[in-house]
């Protein structure tokens, strides 16, 4: 008897956490309705714990909404970013921890066993199980219609991929041949490989489970020509169009588009709790607000924005600041994380035989590096903050070597110029600029996505010193897409960006930026959808340096420790450095942050940037809370 009182009691402590859960007040009202079950019900058996105490914060309490700017519509893929819900993700010191999964264990770097958390929840409270991976495996990634690609290149290990194996309802495995170096990194990405969706929503959409007369129905209300566009347009979690799509993430759109405001509620099932027992996320909205990209340097000076990094730059912070206690923010300064707050990308691929042969001579490449003052940039654009450096790895990095950061990258003049004449560019037109030999003008045009005002302060800048070299810059304003496009189509000479998106990469974290793996460089975008489509498309790269780039790339997918994988690293950044893919400016620059003078637990010093930090993501907004939370009303 003792011993079933005793085993009882144990079962009962088991069942029950150490501390009572708090409800969040603007969900009281369904509770009490029943149209929502109580908190303790929605969360799975064993949530994430955050401890903010251990971490340094605060913990906060429920309540109000944060408000945002943003550009065009797609910019709402901003919020999945921010808030950051991964199987598993980087942590503020970029290490990779289980976060919707309980745990996960890794086997000889090939095996990967995922266990979910019991009682888990997607956003409109059906079980998240095995299931939802089975349903991504068997019928969207195993589906020629949904995935015409096939599969993601981080799920294949020499062309193939895993073999998947449902082992409970809570557990699931891929197994390859070979370490997949790529795999864990992927799921923790801004924008990550999604290992599962709502199967017992997205069936509805899919051929294999749909009555054929429903689906041909759901298709023509939808306004779509097939069963793929509607099972794509209703799954896309990077894109959250669909608020009727359940998700994981903190929190959920509840607008559809076309608008100009969209409001995303909280998820009332989402598995993090702070140490109090208190669900995350504290504040019970974000509502983002689209327009001009021009004006929300002036809108968020203005007071109309609570938390703010999108569409600011450093030359945005004496007018930021300057509103700071009249509309109640402050203004904070953030590093950037990427390899140089400008970027000049050549494009390899470019069409005009003339040009491409020019560009893909490396003498050319330096030369137009060299001929830049990155010192004065620096001081008159940064106010001398930002360091002076070749498109590269930051200091931060484990992998930064300052050979890395010099490269070609201190002005000479007469160097450059003496690069120019060994080309045989030394034909000089009425102007004094270059002339190719069939007489044309040696005239760049550098294309923006006409964005912000940075990009084109420093390329009036640029062009007096390229005007030094006989090199003529003109600059052209159009917008992300259109530049995109054209670059891609090879109509672009010369674009403008910023640098190596994740600068502060370590030996385990993928080198793919510095090889062609996709046609969104804009180096050599041709090279990179070849790469990415597996020869079905693009142009095969011929220049010696890029395959080298490219098979060292493979070598590194392949490493099996640590130290294989920092050799090559070091390998290929001295080759994409010295060889000047792109052209760096400076980087480590300031970024203004705006956020309410209300809003807690944001990082006073932290790295703002697409990787690996997910812009806020790996700070984690669910716990941001309002001091005044309770005189903020629910989003609407």
């Known amino acids: 008897m003792i011993r079933l009182i005793t085993a009882f009691l144990f079962a009962l402590m088991m069942a029950c956490p150490a501390y009572a859960y708090i409800e969040t007040p603007s969900l009281e009202a369904e509770v009490k309705a ?9 969360l799975p058996d064993d949530p994430r714990v955050i401890n903010l105490k251990a971490m340094g914060r605060k913990p906060g309490k429920h309540g109000g909404s944060i408000r945002m700017l943003m550009g065009k519509q797609k910019d709402i893929r ?44 997607w956003s409109d409270g059906h079980p998240f199980t095995s299931e939802d991976f089975r349903y991504m495996w068997e019928d969207v990634f195993n589906n020629k219609k949904l995935s015409r690609g096939g599969l993601r290149a981080s799920m294949k290990v020499n062309g193939k991929g895993p073999v998947f194996e449902v082992l409970d309802k809570y557990t699931v495995r891929y197994s390859w041949d ?4 790529n795999f864990l990194p992927a799921i923790a990405a801004t924008d990550p490989l999604y290992l599962a969706k709502p199967a017992h929503y997205l069936k509805q959409f899919h051929k294999k489970y749909q009555d054929k007369e ?23 979690f990077k894109r959250p169009y669909n608020p009727d799509l359940p998700t994981l993430d903190p929190w959920r759109n509840t607008v559809a588009p076309p608008s100009e405001r969209y409001v995303f509620k909280r998820n009332p099932y989402f598995h993090r709790v702070d140490e109090n027992g208190r669900q995350l996320p504290y504040t019970d909205a ?30 945005d912070y004496t007018h930021l600041k300057s509103g700071e206690k009249r509309n109640h923010y402050r203004v904070l300064l953030w590093r950037s994380g990427v390899g140089s707050a400008v970027a000049l990308l050549p494009n390899l691929n470019v069409k005009d035989k003339t040009w491409r042969t020019t560009l893909r001579d490396v003498r050319f490449r330096r030369a137009l590096s060299i001929a830049i003052n990155r010192h004065e940039i620096n001081q008159i654009s940064f106010f001398g903050l930002a360091r002076e450096s070749a498109d590269t790895i930051l200091p931060q990095s484990p992998l930064f070597k ?22 045989g560019l030394t034909s000089r037109g009425s102007q004094k600029y270059r002339l190719f030999p069939d007489g044309r003008t040696v005239e760049i ?65 993928s080198p793919r930026e510095l090889a062609p793996t996709g046609q969104s460089q804009l180096q050599w975008p041709q090279w990179g959808n070849y790469v990415v489509s597996e020869g079905r498309k693009g142009e095969k790269p011929d220049l010696p340096e890029v395959k080298k780039l490219e098979k060292l790339f493979q070598l590194w997918q392949s490493a099996t420790t640590t130290a294989q994988r920092r050799k090559i690293w070091h390998e290929m950044l001295h080759i994409y450095t010295d060889q000047v893919f792109t052209i760096g400016i400076v980087n480590g620059s300031l970024i203004p942050i705006v956020a309410s003078d209300k809003l807690q637990n944001i990082p006073d010093k932290a790295v703002y940037s697409y990787s690996p ?4 993501g790996v700070y984690m907004p669910d716990t941001f809370w309002y001091l005044d939370a309770e005189k903020r009303g629910a989003a609407k």
Do not use: C
Not at 218 to 231: P, S, T
């Open 286 to 315: 974000i509502i983002v607000s689209t327009g001009s990209t021009q004006l929300i340097p002036a809108k968020s000076g203005a007071g109309d924005s609570d938390l703010q990094g999108r569409f600011l730059n450093f030359d």
């Open 178 to 181: 070979a370490p997949n170096p």
């Open 613 to 616: 930090t997910s812009y806020f």
């Open 445 to 509: 045009i550098v294309e923006t996505a006409g964005e912000n005002t940075l990009q084109s302060d420093v390329l009036e800048l640029i062009k007096d010193y390229w005007h030094e070299i006989g090199v003529k810059l003109i600059i052209r304003n159009s917008q992300r897409d259109v530049l995109r496009r054209r670059a891609i189509a090879g109509l672009t000479v010369m674009s403008v960006w910023s640098g190596l998106d994740n600068a502060m990469a370590s030996p385990d974290m």
């Open 78 to 121: 901003n919020i999945p970013r921010y808030g950051y819900a991964r199987l598993i993700g980087f942590n503020d010191k970029l290490e990779l921890q289980a976060d919707i999964l309980k745990s996960y264990e890794v086997e000889d770097g090939r095996i990967f066993t995922l266990h979910l958390r019991k009682g888990h929840k």
């Open 34 to 42: 029943g149209t929502l079950p109580p908190v303790g019900q929605r």
């Open 214 to 236: 429903v689906l041909k129905k759901l298709v023509a209300e939808n306004r779509v020509k097939n069963w793929r566009k509607l099972h794509i347009r209703k799954g896309r």
């Open 402 to 423: 300052p050979e890395y950061q010099n490269a070609w990258s201190h002005q000479d003049i007469e160097m450059a110029n003496q690069l120019l004449d060994d080309m």
